[in-house]
């Protein structure tokens, strides 16, 4: 829902291609599951307080702006009969592109709250009123290269700590960022 970066060249490719799309973190690292809320802390236990959370969710979970406007999709859910969670991976699995998602669980009740999307189409109204409440969060093409900077810029070092030896950064068949050795990060 926020990460887009995809949509303008790589789905068109892959679908002229006859590819499908294995989405990963289709509720952001559950930020769309709208269990972190503006201006408090972040839940105990959640993915938000490990080491992990904190290298790769800082930007999200530092946006109160995008915080904010997740809680203001709940009324989308609860119209459409659905959690956060699940109308998030809705969305993305309504992509006729998309052949898997990978929704990530810490609960077995989660799963099962995850399939509870699998079949559920999302009403055309519900669809455009989520990209009017995350246009101002919505990462596009004409982002790719300022966010990965940005991300790779602050997280040399913890990528290491990741087993990350180097960094490329590619749109179609340009190199637009690296190769990057982590060595002397």
């Known amino acids: 829902m926020v ?3 995809i949509e303008h060249e790589v789905v068109p490719t892959s679908k002229a291609l006859g590819l499908g799309q294995l989405v990963f973190s289709p509720m952001a ?5 709208g269990k972190y809320l503006p201006g408090q802390s972040m839940p105990e236990g959640s993915r938000g307080t490990t080491r992990a959370g904190e290298l790769f969710m800082a930007d999200l979970l530092g946006n109160e702006g995008l915080l904010t406007a997740v809680q203001k999709l709940r009324p989308l859910a609860d119209a459409e009969g659905l959690t956060m969670a699940q109308m998030a991976l809705a969305w993305v699995l309504m992509n006729d592109n998309v052949s898997s998602a990978l929704a990530g669980a810490s609960r077995p009740e989660q799963i099962t709250e995850a399939a509870g999307a699998a079949e559920h189409r999302l009403s055309a109204e519900t669809m455009l009123s989520i990209d009017e409440i995350l246009a101002d969060f919505i990462s596009n093409d004409a982002d ?3 966010d990965a900077e940005g991300w790779l810029g ?4 913890d990528l290491q700590d990741f087993g990350v030896e180097s960094v490329t950064l590619v749109r179609g068949e340009d190199t637009v960022y690296g190769p990057m050795s982590l060595a002397n990060a």
């Open 3 to 5: 990460w887009r970066v």
């Open 29 to 33: 690292q559950g930020v769309l599951t």
């Open 144 to 146: 790719l290269v300022a």
């Open 154 to 157: 602050r997280s040399y070092v």
